[in-house]
């Protein structure tokens, strides 16, 4: 009788096997399903979110480079008006610098001709000054000629008498010497 204890204990423990595989098979095959499923939708799912992210980040990749272009064409524009501001200024200063020059140049100019104007003002005024005394003296020695030539011309009809006196004597004294 000993002889059941050694077939007893594994016989009900297959019968519990067999109970709880069949059991377990049935439970199981669902629970494979549900698995199956439940991963095949958590699949999709992380699919569908995948999408959705790379949906967004092209999205914003797109945004990021219409914002990248409106940048650089801002940047480009600042820049191009930058470089025309500067290139303005350098026109100014090339500008002005050449004025300064040449009003420089103009002022050194006109300031050697007042110079110049002011040397001839005064040969002008010393030549006007020499013309007044000559005209001062050249009347004075008029005057003193037409002196002279009065008492000259005196002196001369004088002498023209003293001579027609002369000869009249001389003649008278020859008239009479002839007589």
């Known amino acids: 009788m000993k002889k059941y204890i050694y077939f007893a204990p594994p016989i009900v423990l297959l019968a519990l096997f067999i109970v709880y595989y069949l059991h377990f098979r049935t439970g199981y095959d669902l629970k494979l399903q549900e698995k199956a499923a439940s991963e095949q939708r958590e699949k999709e799912e992380k699919v569908r979110i995948e999408n959705e992210q790379r949906k967004k980040a092209v999205d914003e990749a797109l945004a990021s480079q219409e914002r990248h272009k409106k940048e650089k064409a801002e940047r480009e524009a600042f820049l191009e008006k930058r470089r025309e501001d500067r290139q303005a200024a350098l ?83 020859a008239a009479k010497n002839r007589s």
């Open 91 to 173: 026109d100014a200063r090339d500008k002005s610098l050449s004025d300064r020059i040449k009003y420089r140049d103009k002022v050194e100019k006109l300031t050697k001709d007042v110079a110049t104007v002011k040397d001839e003002v005064t040969k002008l005024e010393q030549d006007e000054e020499l013309l007044r005394a000559q005209i001062v003296f050249f009347q004075a020695y008029v005057q003193k000629a037409e002196v002279n030539s009065n008492s000259l011309t005196a002196v001369l009809e004088k002498i023209q008498k003293a001579d027609d006196a002369r000869a009249a004597a001389l003649k008278a004294a």
